[in-house]
């Protein structure tokens, strides 16, 4: 056996990684420990954010759910940037390391918004009256933690997958079940946030609220430093961005010159390794033709004895362009997915505002803690789908994961649209209630808070089908060098699904106040029709998933020959 991995990593010192003495688990409990921390962090400040900004910020239903799915899609959409300088310039490690800084001074910044007086907005019991200079300082301090989180969540999940040698077939086998614990831990740390801490955020303060997710970030610090000398680094690429526009302007330059019948006589360096750092080679495909004009040697190409890549560029090269490309289309059906996911964060929570939260006759659970059953479905269904479902679709399929990547996402497709379903025949259930009684002037319904279990617990489910199956497709389809880009590229749906969701209740709201209605999603959601909203977006996912369908039929798997250099 190798005593060296053959994929390229290093260990921190910048020598090649010793099989025996990085990587694989030993590595993988810090990452995973981090991530726990770090979710903890995030979804402690964010899980109840909704009603923070509603109650302490004196917003209205709309624009409060606006501001924070708005919020939320950045923080999904600033991953472009950490990717980038992570797949280009610093290496995933060393991106880690530099955005948690930034992530770290916006929570502590929040946590003084909502604790030292005069930055905190003055309330009268449930009144409160924020100043336009309190209100700029959270939204400051929630935008630098959207600026910190770009530079983790590409990469560490990344970074995880990096610790396992794609060339090593046992630990190729245990990367699946990384990326399935991965999401494992993230539900864990947004279990404790979604109990322990949205009690105290409703109880004591968001002071303390907003403080111990603080400290979790710390601690999550911590714990991914103390794992330095067990971890494998991949090398840095140089910019994908510009090795995609030498294949596009190659391409264009070349555009009269004709492909060879003989693929063979495509460019392509004769080492067993890639000339891009961290990469393999990768197979040639026939889709997308045009661009294997940018690897096509011309008599001028073969007289420069210094080859520029802005006119000749390598199979391997090309290829990463298509790789790419052909990501986009399964990408672009992940965004109603995760307008549906958006829900829990917003309609979910302004929907159990209305329902009866006791627990008893001395307990009332806040409307926001309901996502703990999202969580407890998804700690439930990951070591089922990892234990029990992958060995019986194995046995079936014959494929060594169970189903196909592509499958497994699109199962969780069909589940959300049950979410949809559940939450609007609930919503049709209260709205019956109150017309029959007349309540609707009431701020609560006597109707338990608990019948809202069921829409949490298919999200959940759906997640582990379609999230999960995203972040280990988006991984393994992404050329070796552009694994951060790609892995950001798929949370970049998330963020899409956000601003889709905005987008939706802006011009659900704009339409249906006309004339001086209440609309579909009023102020007061008893003179409101929430049901239209949900039976709007479980038509929307039920056709997504049909086109989905189309999209994966189509896609054709990539193939990595060699290893890194």
Known sequence: MDMFTQDGTLDIHKKPANKEKTGTWKACRFILGTECCERLAYYGMSINLVNYVEKHLSMGNVAASNSVTNWSGTCYATPLIGAFLADAYLGRYFTIASFVIVYICGMTLLTLSASVPGLTPTCNGEDCHATGGQTAITFVALYLIALGTGGIKPCVSSFGADQFDDTDEVERESKSSFFNWFYFVINVGAMIASSVLVWIQMNIGWGWGFGIPTVAMALAVLLFFAGSKFYRLQKPGGSPITRMLQVIVASFRKSKVKLPEDESL???????????????????????????????ETESDKKDAAKSAWKLCTVTQVEELKALIGLLPVWASGIVFAAVYSQMSTMFVLQGNT????????????????????????????????????????????????????????????????????????????????????????????????????????????????????????????????????????????????????????????????????????????????????WLLAVLSFLNFFVYLWIAKRYTYKKATGHAL
């Open 266 to 296: 495509l460019y392509e360096i004769q080492d067993a390794e890639s000339n891009i750092q961290g990469s393999r080679k990768l197979e040639h495909t026939t889709k997308l033709t045009f661009f294997d004009k940018a690897a096509v």
């Open 355 to 534: 329902m009866d939260k006791r627990m008893g006759p001395h307990f009332t659970i806040p409307s926001a803690s309901l996502s703990l059953f999202d969580i407890l479905s998804v700690l439930f269904w990951t070591p089922v789908y990892d234990q029990l479902i992958v060995p019986l679709a194995r046995k079936v399929t014959g494929h060594d994961r169970g189903f196909t990547q592509l499958q497994r996402i699109g199962i969780g497709l069909v589940i959300s649209v049950f979410s949809m379903i559940s939450a609007g025949v609930l919503e049709v259930q209260r709205l019956s209630y109150i017309r029959t009684h007349s309540l609707y002037d009431e701020e609560t319904v006597p109707i338990s808070i608990f019948w809202q279990v069921p829409q949490y617990f298919f999200v959940g489910c759906a997640e582990v089908f379609t999230f999960i199956g995203q972040l280990e497709f988006f991984y393994d389809q992404a050329p070796d060098a552009m694994r951060s880009l790609c892995s950001a590229l798929s949370l970049t749906t998330v963020a899409l699904g956000n601003y889709l969701s905005t987008l939706l209740v802006t011009v659900v709201t704009k339409i249906t106040t006309s004339g001086g209605r209440p609309g579909w999603i009023a102020d007061n959601l008893n003179r409101g029709h929430l049901d239209y909203f949900y």
